[in-house]
T-cell receptor, first 112, second 113 residues
Framework: SAVISQKPSRDICQRGTSLTIQCQVD?????MFWYRQQPGQSLTLIAT?????????ESGFVIDKFPISRPNLTFSTLTVSNMSPEDSSIYLC?????????FGEGSRLTVL | AQSVAQPEDQVNVAEGNPLTVKCTYS??????LFWYVQYPNRGLQFLLK??????LVKGSYGFEAEFNKSQTSFHLKKPSALVSDSALYFC???????????FGSGTKLNVKP
């Protein structure tokens, strides 16, 4: 298994600002994933973050809006840029370990 | 296209009764199947998975799931529900040679005393 820490756990932000979410894993992992979960909804994959290369984004998500860093095998960040109320959501970091996904506790973002 | 369906938005069951949360899938290949649980204001927790072998898999907290290839289903079950089982449950599928997981829409389980 893997233990994943996310920061911040929650935040309230103003429209037009940006917020960076951090994800720290207690072991080295090749692949890290960023998901979005809107209230009461399922998970939508934003991007896959590999160390040493650019993140791979899913349809509907672009690097300018959700830049991702992956400086090493235990850490990643997701930035939500130029936020609007539609970005209010839970953002989840996850890693693939032993064939299943492990998730952080999530970062609950509210944009006013 | 790969997809996972959870046909019930909500399942209500009385404590002590058996529970079933349904999941069907559509994939072009051999699937790996998973169940996750999400408690309020928490991330997702892994419950169990089917990779190969026995169609009935057992997982955490007394949950089990049955893989049915002919019906392309992977229903989650528990013989006796607890109030503390009340949560949001997600079914997920992954192809064996791909790293992408596909999640169902989630089913809210309400267990009443």
């Amino acid at each position: 298994s893997a233990v994943i820490s996310q920061k911040p756990s929650r935040d309230i932000c103003q429209r037009g600002t940006s917020l960076t979410i951090q994800c720290q894993v207690d072991s080295q992992v090749t692949m890290m994933f960023w998901y979005r979960q809107q209230p009461g909804q399922s998970l939508t994959l934003i991007a896959t973050a590999n160390q040493g290369s650019e993140a791979t984004y899913e349809s509907g998500f672009v690097i300018d809006k959700f830049p991702i860093s992956r400086p090493n095998l235990t850490f990643s960040t997701l930035t939500v840029s130029n936020m609007s109320p539609e970005d209010s959501s839970i953002y989840l970091c996850s890693v693939d370990s032993t064939g299943e996904l492990f998730f952080g506790e999530g970062s609950r973002l509210t944009v006013l | 296209a790969q997809s996972v369906a959870q046909p019930e938005d909500q399942v209500n069951v009385a404590e002590g009764n058996p529970l079933t949360v349904k999941c069907t899938y559509s994939v072009s290949g051999n699937p790996y199947l998973f169940w996750y649980v999400q408690y309020p204001n928490r991330g997702l927790q892994f419950l169990l998975k089917y990779i190969t072998g026995d169609n009935l898999v057992k997982g955490s907290y007394g949950f089990e799931a049955e893989f049915n290839k002919s019906q392309t289903s992977f229903h989650l079950k528990k013989p006796s529900a607890l109030v503390s089982d009340s949560a949001l449950y997600f079914c997920a599928v992954r192809l064996y040679n791909f790293n992408k997981f596909y999640f169902g829409s989630g089913t809210k389980l309400n267990v009443k005393p």
